[in-house]
């Protein structure tokens, strides 16, 4: 059997804790563990968020405008290289279509190394919260020149293949679904001591929002809809958990709200397990790894008719799927929610069902399967 040496390029693999380091992370571990050799290249800081798995060759990087915690590549310098042609790759696969992304693909072409790539980040969904619309369709013939010279593209959903077919990407599509530690996350770990701590009642039905708190998931969505069934009922209560740059102007917004900041770990089982009803209306993801957990964790959950979240609910099986232009929709889906104790019990219980579906064992081992059909 060929050896397998993989280059792994990000723009992101241990600076901010979010999903595509933790999903790189995971992968690169998965990949040791069975023998692949990995170098992974990417930004870095002098105090990274999470502790990486790996060897990692830094390159340099700046801050992004308008989101200084993460990163943009800046070059692809000639120490670096030394150390990838020291590796002597298989294969490339680039996580992110950057500069650096950009210049590993022409590295890769000239030294016939085969390529694939991976989409983690939707891209063109986010350019509407940043008022850059009108760059799109450059974006767009940018993406679809650089995903037409890979051999395989990895995307999270079947819906979210199509869509990239329908925009007119040229690439043998696969699919690379995002897993569940169904040990971590569960019913089982309502708590309510941690319920009460936070100062909510036992009585109490509490909407929860799980994510990075930026204004492309859509938390204006959430704050106005939320903040209105909080006026007509007494015992509907909102948690918030997690951090970033919009938090400030958000708890402004909705200072009503309880606001547990970045959790991991137990805390952010007890978090999930402790509310009742999961509402996450961002039509920019690419999964919604923060879905999969509030249904593992026996949630009903309300979120956006987006690519991302197809895959994992069910509209009126396990909770709604509901378009962002029609903010009056998800309020009358959480407040049929609200009135109904069993419906949420039974979607909360479907949700469970279909979680185990998820395994990062297999899901990872299905892209290794994909990494040898390539090699």
Known sequence: MTEIRVA????NYHHV???VSLTLNRLVAYLMENGVKVL???PTIENPALKHNGTLVPVPSIRLPGRPEYRITTSFPA?????????SPTLVHIATPDLLGFKALKWAEKNEVPVVSSYHTHFTSYLKYYKLSLIEPFLWKYLKWFYARCRHLYVPTPSMAEWLKEKGV???????ARGIESSEFSPQNRDLSWRRSNGFEDD??????VSRLVWEKNLRLFADVVKRLMEKYDNVKA?????GPAADELKKMFPEAVYAGFLKGENLSKAYAGSDIFFFPSDTETFGNVTLEAMASGLPCVVANAAGSKSLVQN????YLLPVEEPEAFYTALEKLILDDQLREEMGEKSVDMAQNYSWESINGKLLEYYRQVV
């Open 8 to 11: 792994l390029f990000t723009g």
């Open 17 to 19: 804790r979010d999903g």
């Open 40 to 42: 992974v290249l990417g």
């Open 79 to 87: 120490e670096a290289q030394k150390e990838l042609e020291q590796f």
């Open 170 to 176: 040229e690439c043998e599509l696969k699919i690379w």
């Open 204 to 209: 109490d039905l509490v909407i929860t929002f």
């Open 239 to 243: 948690l918030i958990v997690g951090d």
């Open 316 to 319: 009126s099986v396990n909770g």
